[in-house]
């Protein structure tokens, strides 16, 4: 499974953008599709994650209200909205999969897209 991750870019503080990630193809093992993200000199910090089989939603509390995960399956792509952006949400975000939906650092997932690059301007 190969995933691609797009979308990123420089918005101004309290824009919006739609990240996207294109599956190869979606099996039994890459079901579950979960966002990351990681700041120069911080952690890869887990947003969300979505199930293609049930369609259930996990979000991190602190990505909650302002971050919002969905799928496109017939285009294989699943959807990172991020509303009303601030500074400390610029970082690389990833999408990955997996078969079930993992939080915290993400060496659960087997498949990595490449990250894309979103910057927040005050």
């Known amino acids: 499974v190969q995933l691609q991750a797009s979308g990123g870019g420089l918005v101004q503080s309290g824009g919006s953008l739609r990240l996207s990630c294109t599956a190869s193809a979606f099996t039994s093992d890459s079901r579950t599709i979960g966002w990351f993200r990681q700041a120069p000199g911080k952690e890869r910090e887990w947003i969300s994650c979505i199930n293609r089989s049930d369609g259930v939603t996990t979000y991190a509390n602190s990505m909650k209200g302002r971050f919002t995960i969905s799928g496109d399956y017939a285009k294989n792509t699943v959807y990172l909205q991020m509303n009303s952006l601030k500074p400390e949400d610029t970082a690389v975000y990833y999408c990955?999969?997996?078969?079930?939906?993992?939080?915290?650092?993400?060496?659960?997932?087997?498949?990595w897209g490449q990250g894309t690059l979103v910057t927040v301007s005050s």
């Open positions: 990955a999969a997996d078969r079930l939906c993992y939080s915290g650092s993400g060496r659960e997932y087997d498949y």
